[in-house]
T-cell receptor, first 114, second 115 residues
């Protein structure tokens, strides 16, 4: 069966520090991968998606970047964190095929910026 | 363009009562619709989905939803609420977009179950 792992589960970082959140998927090949940010009362905002190794698309301009160095690995990064980067970050995967495929989510990383 | 509106950010029901969470969507193409559930400090878990075919779809934990094209709705129901149903529920609409799945989520409805 397929599984998705995100780490760390929680993170407290000072403003201006770098960030690296990692997500890996097991049990499937060539998945579509997604990073979302969730803010209270605002649903999920898509940050990045990837349809293959090295292929990253950004949905919104921001202080963050993403990379996909391996087929089942997706990394969210920042060089200098801002207070506004606080939130709950979720990684997800889906099979290639189309909009009728559900997305499968990791357990998220709660990021607090001080 | 696609969008999702969930009416009611908070819904309270008594244990054993009917659960009804409302979702209306907008889509320029035939929609794929999903309901997800999120427990505190966890990711989203798929409850059920509508793609094609039967408009009444059944999901996990006794939930079901009915796709009504004329009303552009996909409301989630459960005949009898259980304490373990307390969570946040997200409705989502999805479409194909150049090789990836473009999903728009509603803002969520927090369900409280009163004993």
């Amino acid at each position: 069966s397929q599984t998705i792992h995100q780490w760390p589960a929680t993170l407290v970082q000072p403003v201006g520090s770098p960030l690296s959140l990692e997500c890996t998927v097991e049990g499937t090949s060539n998945p579509n991968l997604y990073w979302y940010r969730q803010a209270a009362g605002r649903g999920l905002q898509l940050l990045f998606y990837s349809v293959g190794i090295g292929q990253i698309s950004s949905e919104v301009p921001q202080n963050l970047s993403a990379s996909r160095p391996q087929d089942r690995q997706f990394i969210l990064s920042s060089k200098k964190l801002l207070l506004s980067d606080s939130g709950f970050y979720l990684c997800a995967w889906s099979t290639i095929g189309g909009g009728n495929q559900p997305q499968h989510f990791g357990d998220g990383t709660r990021l607090s910026i001080l | 363009a696609q969008s999702v509106t969930q009416l009611g950010s908070h819904v309270s029901v008594s244990e054993g009562a009917l659960v009804l969470l409302r979702c209306n969507y907008s889509s320029s193409v035939p929609p794929y619709l999903f309901w997800y559930v999120q427990y505190p400090n966890q990711g989203l878990q798929l409850l059920l989905k509508y793609t094609t075919g039967a408009t009444l779809v059944k999901g996990i934990n006794g939930f079901e939803a009915e796709f009504k094209k004329s009303e552009t709705s996909f409301h989630l129901t459960k005949p009898s609420a259980h304490m373990s149903d307390a969570a946040e529920y997200f409705c989502a609409v999805s479409s194909d977009s150049g090789g990836y799945q473009k999903v728009t989520f509603g803002t969520g409805t927090k369900l409280q179950v009163i004993p």
